[in-house]
C-alpha cells in the first residue's frame, strides 16, 4: 500500500499537475493532503478542484481557514481587502469546501499511530513554536494530543506540512516528517555564500509513504517543473512580486520574521 502526502499546494497549478503526473506514474492510489490548498499563488480554482478531484483525504491548513472566512467580519479594512483578493480567484462552492475541511486525520500503520495535521496538535498556524529547529521539549509537543487530535494517545509518527521545508527527524523513538511543499517549498536557513543551488529546494515536493508486508517506507520526492509557465497569467496579481520572488528564489517574502522568531527561541544562523 503507497500513499502520497501533499501539502502546502498554495494555488500552484502547474507544481500540482506535475506532482499529480508523477504519483500517477508510480500507480499510486491514494493521496492524502495536508491542507494550505490556496492562497498565494493565482490558481486556487484550479488547485481546489484537483484536489477534491484527486485526493482520498483532504484537511484544512492555516490559509485555507483564514480565506474562506466571511470577510464581513474581518478585523480591520486590510484583512477584508486581503481575504476578498483571494476569494475573488474562487468559486462560492471552492470557498464553503474549504471552510468544510477538517483539522486531523489520524490511522494506524503497523500498530504505530500516525497522526497528520497542517501545523501542529493545537493550532492550524503554530507560529508560536518553530517545530523543525526548537528545543527537544517542544518538538515533543507535536506528537501529542491537543485540542485538534482525534485519539488521545501520543502519536509514533506525525506528518505535517506548514513549514515548507522537506525534512525527517526523530527523537523519543518516534519520528517527526514535514512533506515540504508542492507549490511553495523554501529553506530558511540561507547565506548567499554557502547555499547550493536553489533548484535543489525550488522544485515540486511531496512524501511517499509505504506499507508492504510488516516494513514502512518514507520517501522524499522533488519534481521539476516549470516556474515561468506557473507565474506567467500573473503579471498582473496583486502579490505578483511577492509570489515570484518566493517561487524563483525558494525563499520566503518575510525570512526576517521567522529569523526573529528563530532568535527569540535562541537559534541563530548566520544569515547576511
Ligand atoms: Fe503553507
Redesign the pocket.
Known sequence: MKTAVI??I?GNREALKRILEDIESRGIKRIICL??IVA?GIHNHDCVQLVKEKCDIAIA???DEYFSRDALKAESGRERKLIEAYQATMEKEDIEWLASLPYCHEESINGRLVRMF?AGPDSLSNDESNTLYASPNKRFRMFEAGRYTISKETADIVIF??V?IQTMTRLYNRTLICCG?VG?PLDIIRNPEKDGSVSNTAEAQYLIMEDHAGTQTFSFVQVPYDIEKELIEGKDFFEYEQLSYELRNAAYRRNEKIRAILTRDGISFDQI
Open positions: 501539502t502546502d498554495h491542507g494550505d498565494k491548513g492555516n490559509c497542517h506540512g506548514h515548507h511543499s511553495n
